[in-house]
């Protein structure tokens, strides 16, 4: 396991996700060379896996899913994704 590599700016955190779909249950698995590694139920199909993805880590950092954007990535297992009001100092993800 490595450190989760997180950037603040403008009042918000951005950070590398990558996703395997199509998993038995959601969860954060921990974090692999830098980036949050994330399983989901979701196929990768019209959106879902992101919608999945976006649900899921909201309710991890206690944010509203509408303060989750991915900004890179939408349709690649590897994603850039931007959160608002959360810090990088509060940012903890539990593994399950």
Known sequence: MSELHIREQDGAITFEVRVAP????N?????????????LTAP???GAANEALRKL??????????DIEIIRGDRARIKVLRVHGVSAGNVRFGES
């Open 22 to 25: 199509r998993a038995s249950r």
């Open 27 to 39: 969860r954060v698995v921990g974090v692999q060379d830098g980036a949050l590694k994330v399983a």
């Open 44 to 46: 990768p199909v019209d």
């Open 57 to 66: 880590l909201a309710k991890a950092l206690g944010v509203a899913k509408s």
